[in-house]
């Protein structure tokens, strides 16, 4: 579903986003939208810059 592309990460960053997640739900968002939010987020800085652009 939100599969476009895995994500390869490191186990300290996996660590990170676990932590990221964490302090998202610690403020009321849900776990769904937590893990959403933090997946585009690793998403756009994994964003390699296309020719051109």
Do not use: C, F, S
Not at 14 to 24: F, G, H, S, Y
Not at 29 to 52: C, F, M, N, S, Y
């Amino acid at each position: 579903m939100y599969n476009n592309a895995l994500l390869e990460l490191t186990h300290e960053q996996q660590q990170q986003a676990v932590e990221e997640i964490m302090k998202l739900v610690a403020t009321g968002v849900p776990h769904k939208e937590a893990i959403v939010i933090i997946a585009k987020k690793l998403r756009e800085q994994t964003k390699t810059p296309k020719d051109g652009e």
